[in-house]
Each structure stands twice: as structure tokens, then as C-alpha cells.
């Protein structure tokens, strides 16, 4: 049974700095390729980075590109998302999700297994 858990999130004022963690309980954790999404009320949930089965590679929503940073510790099998001048319309749950294929991608669709959220709230 896999299972991810997202940490770390919170309330902070815009231009302050939070970082998720994703927690998961893959055997073969290295062989996954990881993301994050998020999705704010009333609206689709959407790509926020991706990062490769060795962390070697990298992809960014234009939103957050040099903002955010998207890492992995594969001893750990954990995931990170820091975050940095955060915004306010930052403001969403994020989600971590695993991709078995252990391809860099966009598309929510492409990932196999996904985590409860954690609530994200920046304040102007």
C-alpha cells in the first residue's frame, strides 16, 4: 500500500518562505518520479513542479519558476518543496503525488498515486 503525507504547510505573509515535505511509503521510492500540484478553491488543480527518479532533472509551473525549488532525498524517501516570495495567490492545498513511469510530467493524469494535501494560506 503506498502511501505519501504532505507536511509543512501553513499560514505565512506574502514574500515569506514555507517548505512541504512529502513523506512516502514506497519500497522502490527511487524509481518514482515525483510532483507537486495544487489547487485553490473553485478552481482545477494544477502543476506545480516535477522532479526525476534521481533528482538529476527538473520542471516548473512558470508561476512559481525561481520562486519555488523542488528537491529529493532518495535515502529519506522523502520530497521537498520550498518555497520562497511566496504570494498570495500561492494560496491553495498542495499535493504530492508519485509517478511510476519515473517520467518528468505535467499532466495530473500521468501519476499513480497522490497524498491528502496539506493547506497552504499566504497573506497580503
Known amino acids: 500500500q503506498v502511501q505519501l503525507a504532505e507536511s509543512g504547510g501553513g499560514l505565512v505573509q506574502a514574500g515569506g518562505s514555507l517548505r512541504l515535505s512529502c513523506a512516502a511509503s514506497?519500497?522502490?521510492?527511487?524509481?518514482?518520479?515525483m510532483g507537486w500540484f495544487r489547487q485553490a478553491p473553485g478552481k482545477e488543480r494544477e502543476f506545480v513542479a516535477a522532479?526525476?527518479?534521481?533528482?538529476?532533472?527538473?520542471n516548473y509551473a512558470n508561476s512559481v519558476k525561481g520562486r519555488f525549488t523542488i528537491s529529493r532525498d532518495n535515502a529519506k524517501h522523502t520530497v521537498y518543496l520550498q518555497m520562497n516570495s511566496l504570494k498570495p495567490e500561492d494560496t491553495a492545498v498542495y499535493y504530492c503525488?508519485?509517478?511510476?513511469?519515473?517520467?518528468?510530467?505535467?499532466?495530473?493524469?500521468?501519476?499513480?498515486?497522490w497524498g491528502q494535501g496539506t493547506q497552504v494560506t499566504v497573506s497580503a
Open positions: 514506497i519500497r522502490t521510492f527511487s524509481t518514482y518520479a
Open positions: 522532479i526525476s527518479r534521481s533528482g538529476g532533472s527538473t
Open positions: 503525488a508519485a509517478d511510476s513511469g519515473g517520467w518528468v510530467l505535467v499532466s495530473a493524469g500521468a501519476y499513480d498515486y
